[in-house]
């Protein structure tokens, strides 16, 4: 059996559905997945061993310029690729507009949730069927109801696995991680100190502040950064408490980075996800 999984962003939901990947493969263990992914996030479906081809989609990078994306080779190559397959199941565990119209350009009964329970109700215009599932339940105890129901298993929300595969990842750092220096050594700590929304920073006094505690109880400090923004904050930290600013490392680096150090301390991130 082959089903096309569509979450196509952000991280944290990226890493909250592979939950659901696990139920599904031990439920039904003939069961292989695609994933339809924003093309900055294609490694995290990839350390799961249920899926098999990740296809990527530039929908953030094409909104600048619809017209002319959307009738361009690009997008025209993203339409063939996910045609190839024909699915015994489309499931959009995204819940958009922009999802939706995703799954109804692959061939397969599409599935997702319901009008009163989606995020964008418009969504379900491009489903076959629909589940219901409570907005007040949990992201991924949501996304775990709506792949039990879809595909006719029962669900235990008694046990919880992401099934990422510390050696999928490790193969795919292994040069990386070495040429990039990413170190490992148990009395480091990580400050997960960028997020996308303005709102969910924590104040870099704070940070300077937490970082000099942390330094007094004998750990090193890492900081890791994904853009000039969060590159000049690191530095800003370091250059006032001592903290070592990583170099720029993949998805798949960072997590095998998270992986090594004895803590991790996060404002409300995907990456934060990543380190649970």
Not at 51 to 59: E, H, L, W
Not at 121 to 141: Q, R
Not at 174 to 203: E, I, M
Request: aromatic share 10%; hydrophobic share 45%.
């Amino acid at each position: 059996m082959r089903v096309l999984i569509v979450k196509v962003s952000s991280l944290g939901d990226i890493i909250h559905t592979l939950p659901a990947i696990t139920d599904a493969r031990r439920a039904r263990p003939d069961i292989v997945f695609d994933w339809v992914v924003e093309e900055n996030f294609v490694e995290v479906p990839s350390w799961h061993p249920a899926v098999d081809r990740v296809i990527p989609v530039a929908f953030r990078r094409w909104r600048k310029k619809p017209f002319r994306s959307l009738g361009g080779i690009e997008f025209k190559k993203f339409k063939d690729d996910i045609k190839r397959e024909h699915y015994d199941l489309v499931i959009d565990a995204q819940g958009l507009i922009k999802s939706g119209f995703i799954s109804r350009l692959s061939r397969g009964l599409t599935v997702g949730l319901s009008d009163s329970t989606v995020r964008e109700p418009l969504a379900t215009l491009f489903y076959n069927k629909v589940y219901s599932v409570p907005k007040t339940e949990h992201a991924v105890d949501r996304v775990r109801q709506l792949f039990s129901r879809a595909l006719q298993y029962e669900y235990n929300p008694r046990t919880i696995d992401y099934g990422v595969s510390q050696d999928i990842i490790a193969d795919q750092t292994a040069s990386a991680v070495k040429a990039n220096g990413a170190t490992n050594d148990a009395k480091q700590v990580v400050f997960l100190h960028g997020t996308t929304w303005a709102t969910k920073h924590w104040p870099v006094d704070f940070w300077c502040t937490l970082a000099q505690h942390a330094a007094s109880a004998g750990f090193e400090v890492l900081l890791p950064w994904g853009d000039e923004a969060e590159r000049s904050r690191a530095d800003h930290i370091a250059q006032i408490t001592g903290a070592t600013v990583l170099p720029k490392l993949s998805l798949s680096g960072l997590a095998t980075q998270l992986a090594s150090v004895s803590g991790v301390i996060a404002v409300d991130t995907g990456l934060g996800h990543l380190a649970a």
